[in-house]
C-alpha cells in the first residue's frame, strides 16, 4: 500500500484534545506571564541589573518608558499565552517528570533558543538611552533564569490542574 491514512490523526476526538491542549496552556499562561513579571521585580532589586522585559518587549514602538510598559505589557503577555499554547499542545506530553520539572525543562529550553537574539540590543533604543541594563552576558543570562522557572512551574501546574485535575476526581454514582 503506497499511501495510508492515520484515521485517528484526524478524528473528532483527538482534535477536541489537541484544543482543549491548547486552551489550557493558553489560559494557564497568563499566570505564568505574571509570575515572571513578579520574579522579575524581585531579581531586579536584588542584582540591581535593570534587565526590563516590558522595556525590551515595548520600548521599539515608544519612546516613553511609560508607554512602552504598556506595549511591552500585552506584548509580554500575549507571547506568554502563545507559549502556553505551545507547551499544551506540543511540549507537555514530550517532557519527562513532573509538572513543575516539565515547565522548568521548557523554559530553559526557550530560553536557551530564544537568548542569543539579545546580541542585537546594541540596536536597542533602551540600551542607547542606557534606561535598561545589558542582557547579552552569561551573569545576566543567569539572573533571568528564576523569572523563567517561575513562569515554567506556574505554566505547567496551571497547565495540569486545567486537564489532568478532573482525571482524579471520584466518579458520582
Known amino acids: 500500500m503506497p499511501y495510508s491514512v492515520d484515521m485517528n490523526e ?7 484534545d489537541r484544543l482543549a491542549d491548547l486552551l489550557a496552556g493558553a489560559i494557564a499562561g497568563i499566570p505564568a506571564g505574571i509570575a515572571y513579571l ?14 526590563y522585559d516590558l522595556q525590551l518587549l515595548g520600548r521599539p514602538f515608544a ?3 511609560r508607554r512602552a510598559n504598556l506595549i511591552g505589557l500585552v506584548m509580554h503577555l500575549g507571547n506568554s499565552v502563545a507559549l502556553g499554547g505551545l507547551y499544551g499542545v506540543v511540549v ?3 517532557l519527562p517528570g513532573p509538572p513543575i520539572v516539565k515547565g522548568v525543562i521548557f523554559v530553559t529550553i526557550e530560553n536557551s533558543v530564544l537568548y542569543p537574539f539579545l546580541a542585537l540590543e546594541r540596536f536597542h533604543p533602551a540600551r542607547k538611552a ?5 542582557y547579552w552576558s552569561v551573569r545576566s543570562w ?27 476526581r471520584p466518579e458520582r454514582t
Open 10 to 16: 484526524a478524528s473528532p476526538a483527538r482534535r477536541s
Open 38 to 51: 513578579i520574579v522579575e521585580g524581585i531579581d531586579n532589586r536584588i542584582s540591581g541589573r535593570r534587565l
Open 63 to 65: 519612546r516613553s518608558p
Open 130 to 134: 542606557d534606561d535598561m541594563g545589558s
Open 92 to 94: 507537555e506530553k514530550r
Open 142 to 168: 543567569l539572573w533571568t533564569m528564576p523569572r523563567h522557572f517561575g513562569y515554567g512551574a506556574v505554566l505547567a501546574v496551571g497547565f495540569d490542574r486545567l486537564r489532568h485535575a478532573r482525571d482524579e
